[in-house]
């Protein structure tokens, strides 16, 4: 399943990213912030404008904002 269609509070484990769907720059800052394969997180909450952008996504003791489409390209096993 894709991240952003995790449910709230769900924990889950980032099984592949498509790093070509992410512009490089954003795929580094991804990165450097531990949003990568292995990684286990859980969303926290979603915005409430329009695409309901940014999604905060709980990364370790880490709670950091992605936008909607970084989150389409992270397929997730729920755990």
Do not use: C, S, Y
């Not at 952003?4 to 990213?17: S, W």
């Not at 859980?42 to 992605?66: E, K, Q």
């Amino acid at each position: 399943m894709k991240l952003e269609a995790l449910e709230r509070g769900k924990r889950a484990q980032i099984v592949a990213v498509n790093w070509d769907a992410i512009a490089p720059e954003e795929g580094k800052r991804l990165r450097a912030l531990g949003l990568d394969e292995g990684a286990r997180i859980a969303i926290a909450h979603r915005g409430i404008f329009g695409g309901r952008d940014p999604i905060a996504v709980i990364i370790g003791r880490m709670t950091i904002a992605i936008r909607r489409i970084h989150a389409a390209a992270m397929e997730v096993d729920p755990l």
